[in-house]
């Protein structure tokens, strides 16, 4: 496997708070087009992790390299120009606004027209076509114009992934996907996820262990933050270590 199949890199991460290591010398590495799982037990270090990636934080020691470049010390701004976009849970979007509404105010940045769409009527029906266009790739044309208050918990997570695809990201980070939903719900997001991952690359931190066996294709396990094992779910399910871990804690691991 060459440097130039891995989208994302990292290197020795770290990051200390007041003398604490929460993420202590991760070397990360995510292959271009996969569907890859940060998991691990509370306190592992998955959302330090993540907010290290997109620049939320800033690494104690350690580098970062995206598609090739080092992104260490580049703004969150930046890195989300380059197309590494993280999906917020649900805060992201405006609850009194419509899914297609959202979906044209996350369209527009990328295009750097701010809230000045307005001004052109083509611009907007441009804008407003192509939100139809993610909204029914997730499942919400039928909602488009309902206030986004109203859907249902895993609606208002199908359009949350809707507003960061229409950020055009080459690398997208979930965080906790299926968090606090029934099992219906959560069959219809690992779904959606599946679909949309076609030609791009998803990293996600999710607890759900039966949406991770189904759907990654590499997992890494973290532990008082550091990587406690990798591989596919098969390897990582029946590694002793990686057991013991989730032992009292989460026994759902062994339950798939």
């Known amino acids: 496997m060459t440097h130039a199949d891995m989208i994302l890199e990292t290197k020795g991460l770290t990051r200390q708070f007041n ?16 569907i890859h ?45 380059s197309g590494v976009i993280r ?8 609850p009194c606004l ?18 000045r769409f307005w001004k052109s009527s083509a611009m907007l029906i ?17 909602y488009a114009d309902v206030k986004t208050v109203e859907l249902s918990y895993g609606h208002k997570r199908a359009l949350e992934i809707a507003t960061t ?12 996907p299926t968090q606090g939903m029934g099992h219906e719900d959560v069959d219809r997001v690992t779904a959606l996820i599946r679909k949309v991952s076609s030609g791009r690359t998803i990293l996600m931190v999710e607890h759900n262990m039966k949406m991770v066996s189904s759907i990654a294709d590499t997992i890494t396990v973290l532990q008082r933050g550091e990587v406690l094992a990798e591989g596919d779910y098969a390897s990582v399910s029946a590694n002793p270590k ?4 989730y032992m009292g804690t989460e026994n759902e691991l062994l339950a798939h």
């Open 126 to 142: 441009r804008l407003r076509e192509r939100a139809l266009e993610l909204l029914d790739e997730v499942g919400l044309a039928p």
């Open 242 to 245: 990686v057991k013991e871990a």
């Open 87 to 94: 999906s917020f849970q649900i805060s992201a979007v405006f």
């Open 19 to 34: 003398g604490f290591t929460a993420v202590n010398g991760i070397d990360l590495r995510v292959r271009r087009g996969t």
């Open 98 to 115: 419509t899914p297609v509404e959202n979906v044209t105010i996350a369209l527009q940045r990328p295009l750097g027209v701010s809230f």
């Open 37 to 81: 799982a940060l998991i691990g037990p509370n306190g592992a270090g998955k959302t330090t992790c993540f907010n290290l990636l997109t620049k939320f934080l800033t690494p104690s020691s350690g580098q970062i390299f995206f598609d090739g470049h080092e992104i260490t010390k580049a703004a969150p701004a930046a890195i989300a120009r």
């Open 165 to 176: 695809l229409a950020m055009d990201p080459v690398l997208m980070l979930l965080d906790e």
